[in-house]
């Protein structure tokens, strides 16, 4: 796959905001290979996922600037020179969002309207890859969820992270902006924060597992995921960017193997080796927002691209383990 790319990207100036993150920093090193001159933007700020850790092994062939991307002085002189912007950055924190609404938009919202203007005005012709959520769909009314679902968050997080989304859209069908966006689910792998359950439930289970700790599994745990492997992630987003068909369009991306939470623990648990887990009661500010059932089709972007998941979620989770095992010092 890393050939079938290099046409597109050898040369080209790449820069990727929240760079310094888990999805961030994979695509990075990904785009290193391909060629790419890459800059990374992060805010490194203690509550997000961005580590210089995540980009140690690359620290020194990449650009790093240590800034909100909406910081107009900062960002906007290297706007101009980009080829691709992958729009990474962001606060996906769903209870965050419900304690700190104010702070979840100016990131969300506010950045994300600040960056594209820049992008229209300095360099219209980029191409910009924006991180979207599945959590703008809300609670789901029909499984699998493909992109005609109605958009109905439950929490102010879907709320702005669709607000950042449709500015990049709006951009694309009255400015021309060759914007797209890319619509995740469950990603997890190495790079992930797992101090605890910000960014996403199944990275602070692995800290908990490899702790010997007891994973909490909320409600019955029948609750239904699709989980994507941050390669699987990585290939997409090279996917959409480098497909000349997908300005303006959004995609949702999706798992083959659907699982229970409680399927997932007991997995972890046997991949692992050891570890143990329970049910319990879904603490208040996580019930209101819980979405229940989960899996997405991405039908569209198969269709288009021809991305399809490669890893499957055993290999993906004993690849995670792995990592943190040897690893766990810079992350816990």
């Not at 679902?149 to 950042?164: E, F, R, T």
Request: charged share 25%.
């Amino acid at each position: 796959m890393t050939e079938n790319f290099r046409a597109d990207f050898q040369g080209k100036n790449v820069l990727v905001t929240g760079g310094m993150g888990f999805i961030g920093s994979n695509l990075a090193a990904r785009l290193l290979e391909l060629g790419s001159t890459i800059t990374l933007v992060d805010t490194l700020h203690p509550k997000y996922g961005g580590s210089p850790f995540n980009v140690e092994p690359i620290k020194k062939q990449v650009k790093i600037i240590i800034a909100d991307m909406g910081d107009e002085k900062r960002i906007a002189p290297i706007i101009p020179h980009q080829d691709y912007i992958f729009n990474l950055a962001g606060q996906v924190s769903h209870t965050d969002s419900m304690s700190d609404p104010q702070h979840d938009l100016a990131i969300n919202a506010a950045s994300h309207l600040a960056i594209v203007e820049m992008c229209r005005k300095l360099n219209p012709q980029v191409k910009i890859i924006y991180g979207g959520t599945r959590q703008v769909y809300g609670i789901p009314q029909y499984l699998p969820v493909d992109e005609k679902h109605p958009v109905a968050p439950i929490d102010y997080n879907g709320v702005s992270k669709m607000a950042g989304e449709w500015y990049h859209l709006i951009a694309h069908r009255t400015y021309g902006l060759r914007a797209a966006s890319l619509r995740m689910t469950n990603v997890y792998g190495p790079r992930m924060r797992v101090r605890d359950a910000r960014k996403t439930f199944i990275g602070a289970w692995f800290r908990l597992l490899l702790e010997g700790r007891e994973l909490q599994v909320f409600g019955n745990g029948r609750q239904l995921r699709d989980l994507n492997y941050i390669d699987d992630v990585v290939t997409a987003l090279l996917l959409v960017a480098a497909h000349p068909s997908s300005d303006g369009k959004i995609y949702n991306l999706g798992g083959d193997e659907h699982t229970s939470l409680l399927d997932l623990a007991r997995l972890m648990v046997e991949i692992n080796g050891s570890g143990s887990y329970r049910l319990t009661p879904f603490p208040a500010a996580r019930k209101r927002i819980d979405i229940g059932d989960y899996y997405g089709d991405y039908t569209k972007i198969h269709r288009e691209t021809g991305w399809n998941p490669q890893i499957k979620l055993r290999e993906g989770l004993r690849r995670t383990l792995d990592y943190y095992i040897e690893h766990r010092k810079h992350y816990w």
